[in-house]
């Protein structure tokens, strides 16, 4: 009997009368399941055991600044760091959070006056910024510090804290702090700083450096970031924060987040001929970039971003950027991009969002390949002949 067993018959018959055509593509969030793919095939290399009785204890190295903070994440961050070469980390304490969404918030804490006779301290970044930053800064109504806006129409005369998002979110450019004021505090979230996204062209040795495993691996469900800082005083102020937030981040996430980060190494000392991680990511990026470029001129009714190439310290040659998001504007007489595309069943985040207007959007560039071929299909199909559905 060669037939499929009754279930699988059932879902063959659903995807028949499934229309491509029908189906809701949501690439709002940057959710990188791109990555299951690499870490399918990696299988045990990747994986971890935790025994009933490990990790029961709230400390982790109380000699530390960071005293909950496990010593084996703490070695696999500087190991892939010195292996990258995109941050340095000697002399650095490392903060461990739950996301660097968490350490975000951390290091506000940290870094704001303590001074609370005084205004709040305004923090800035250059649109189009990450659309979190300032839902996170104004969530709590802090006295210490509030949202400021856009960094380019900041006057700088008081002082501020700067968010320096390279390469950015969400229109994947490499960035400098823009603001010309002297109170100014740096802040580099460097969540895409990594050789699947754009050329590594220097060690950052910045003050306070934020990363995630979410976008560096594909692990955003773990649920751990680690920031690399300079001073010892703003480390101590962001665990604090954390202890006080959630006494410590998960062990067991350390732990897992330490095997990734250790195999992602792994794969680029192996001397085998398996593609490494970073060879992986870079060769799905390139691909999608292209389909996604050859799907807006075949639609003619959209437009991306241009990039230069730079050279690579990692890869030691010139390479491209191929950001985790491309930031697509709606060309002519759409005026929505975002209500537009969800018209055409496609989800995405409006460029208000992100302190620009609304003939932008941020599509996600990490999704599954079915959906992203979905997209890049449905895409260059809207053309000006069928473009109000
Ligand atoms: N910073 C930037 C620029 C991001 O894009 C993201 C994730 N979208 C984060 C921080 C938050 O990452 P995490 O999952 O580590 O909290």
Redesign the pocket.
Known sequence: NTSPPAALAEDIEVEKAIQPDSVIINLD??DPTMYEQFWEKTGEKATIVIPGWQSLSYFSDISNVCWFLEPEFAGEVRRLHKLVGNANTDDRHIVV????????MAALYALAPTDTSKQPISVVSAAPF?S??PLMTDFLKSGLYKWGGDAYTFNGEEPYIELI?SP??PDGFTRKPVVNGTGGILVH?L??YWPQYTPITSQLDHELL??????STGH?GT???WALVKDKNIAQKMTKFIELNTIGVSKDSQLRAAKILGAVSDSCTDSSDSESFFEFGRRLMTQRWKQLRHAVRTSGLFSLPEFTSDFCNYYEKYSELHP??AWLRCEGDIEDCEKFLRDHKIITRSGKHFGRDIKFVRVSMLDRDKNFGLFVERLSNITSENKFP
């Open positions: 969030h940057g959070g739950t996301g660097s969404t968490q350490l975000y990450y979190s930053y998002t950015n979110n979230d969540a895409y934020l990363f995630t495993v979410s976008k955003a649920r751990i970031g985790a998001f």
